[in-house]
């Protein structure tokens, strides 16, 4: 399920209200985190994963960011992500990252999870597919944002569009379903 969206209504939030920088500085990774755990509280039998027997739904949205490291990849878990705030998204996926990469994250801290996100768009993939990591029934593969012209109020206007291309395992979660 693939869909273009708009970032540009997302840049205020990276300023302050007096159009500073703030403290800490948000991705837009740490706003798809926030959005894709909204978005299963939201249709709550999208937040769901596949074990050996059955489909389990859950309360809350953990979900699973992908970090490349030498090897590999890991996908440590924003637990409750539908509770928190940006910049504690922002602050504990810095600390999760950097602890990926130096590989000290504890077991507890990239197993499980209800969902996950796969973002390419630093290195310029504009569009992809990502691979569901079991139990997860979904992941969110992510595209570099780009300027492309857009159609507003009968003008034709600049904006930032990215491609988001949702995967599903459909025993958990069908087409349907996952376009809500």
């Known amino acids: 399920l693939a869909l273009r969206t708009q970032l540009n209504a997302s840049a205020p939030m990276r300023k302050t209200d007096k159009g500073e920088v703030p403290a800490y500085k948000l991705s837009?990774?740490?706003m798809v985190?926030?959005?894709?755990?909204?978005?299963?509280?939201?249709?709550?039998?999208?937040?769901?994963?596949?074990?050996e027997n059955a489909m389990v739904k859950h309360k809350h949205a953990d979900v699973g960011v992908a970090v490349s490291i030498p090897g590999g990849l890991i996908t440590p878990i924003i637990r409750h992500a539908?509770?928190?705030?940006?910049?504690?998204?922002?602050n504990e996926m810095k600390d999760l990252a950097?602890?990926?990469?130096?590989?000290?994250?504890?077991?507890?801290?990239?197993?499980g999870g209800t969902t996950a996100?796969?973002?390419?768009?630093?290195?310029?993939?504009?569009?992809?597919?990502?691979?569901?990591?079991p139990p997860h029934a979904t992941i969110l593969a992510v595209g570099a944002g780009e300027e492309r012209a857009v159609v507003k109020k009968g003008e034709i206007?600049?904006?930032?569009v990215m491609?988001?291309?949702l995967s599903?395992?459909?025993?958990?979660?069908?087409g349907a379903l996952g376009a809500e």
Do not use: C
Not at 82 to 90: G, M, P
Not at 157 to 160: G, P
């Open 28 to 30: 837009v990774n740490d």
């Open 33 to 51: 985190i926030k959005a894709m755990a909204m978005a299963l509280m939201a249709v709550p039998d999208a937040n769901a994963s596949w074990t």
């Open 82 to 90: 539908d509770e928190k705030t940006l910049s504690v998204i922002s």
């Open 98 to 111: 950097s602890r990926a990469r130096s590989r000290k994250l504890k077991p507890e801290e990239y197993q």
């Open 117 to 133: 996100v796969s973002n390419l768009g630093m290195f310029g993939i504009k569009d992809f597919a990502a691979v569901i990591n």
């Open 157 to 160: 206007k600049i904006a930032t």
């Open 163 to 165: 491609s988001v291309t």
């Open 168 to 174: 599903t395992d459909h025993r958990a979660v069908d």
